[in-house]
């Protein structure tokens, strides 16, 4: 079934540690992003990505990074964690190639909530 | 920076009620404004959207109106069920170089009691 999927949904790390969130989707969709958000709280953009090879950092300042190196796959590394970090992160694609204008319908994955201790 | 403002942070009504969420946003080219719902531990699904070629459109229950001169839009849930309890949340399209970007509001919890 076409969906986003996000490993693992429930992360309890310690200080320092490195972590890598993933983000999958196969809906073959070109856009995809990750929002932050803490629980009940309006989402904000981390970071986004336009294609293959194409990231661009989103409204909300993080110490995260990004990679696209497959259409498909968006995963999200914390270098070293910290309880700052704790909170809900959701990934999220879009399909501007079915034609029409643009902005295009975001579609969200279930989401990873992370502690860090 | 663009922002969006929602308005009722909380919202209770009796089931069969009609519930109104308002939102405000500061983007005068802002073309997209999508409405998400987010059940307790789910992920945001979204339940109606319009652009802003178009004034009013009403899926089943649901209804979102938008006044591009006064840059505020509306979701309106009619014959509200305990099933609809949840957060919303408003989005609107942040334009330019990069026409993608959604900015949320700070969600609306409504609560419908049986």
């Known amino acids: 079934e076409a969906d986003i999927y996000q490993t693992p949904r429930y992360l309890v790390i310690g200080t320092g540690k490195k972590i890598t969130l993933e983000c999958s989707q196969t809906m073959g969709h070109d856009k995809m992003y990750w929002y932050q958000q803490d629980p009940g709280m309006e989402l904000h953009l981390i970071h986004y990505?336009?294609?293959?090879?194409?990231?661009e950092k989103g409204d909300l300042s993080s110490e995260s990074t990004v990679s696209r190196i497959r259409t498909e796959h968006f995963p999200l590394t914390l270098e070293s964690a910290r309880p700052s970090h704790t909170s809900q992160y959701l990934c999220a694609s879009s399909d501007s190639t079915s034609g029409g204008p643009p902005p295009y319908e975001q579609y969200f994955g279930p989401g990873t909530r992370l502690t860090v201790t | 920076g663009e922002n969006v403002e929602q308005h009722p942070s909380t919202l209770s009504v009796q089931e069969g009620d009609s519930a109104v969420i308002k939102c405000t946003y500061s983007d005068s080219a802002s073309n997209y404004f999508p409405w998400y719902k987010q059940e307790l531990g789910k992920r945001p699904q979204l339940i109606i959207d319009i652009r802003s070629n178009v004034g009013e459109k009403k899926d089943q229950r649901i209804a979102v109106t938008l006044n591009k001169t006064a840059k505020h839009f509306s979701l309106h849930i009619t014959e509200t069920q305990p099933e609809d309890s949840a957060v919303y949340f408003c989005?609107?399209?942040?334009?330019?170089?990069?026409?993608?970007?959604?900015?949320f509001g700070t969600g609306t919890r409504l609560q419908v009691f049986p």
């Open positions: 989005a609107a399209s942040i334009n330019g170089r990069v026409t993608d970007k959604l900015i």
């Open positions: 990505s336009y294609g293959v090879n194409s990231t």
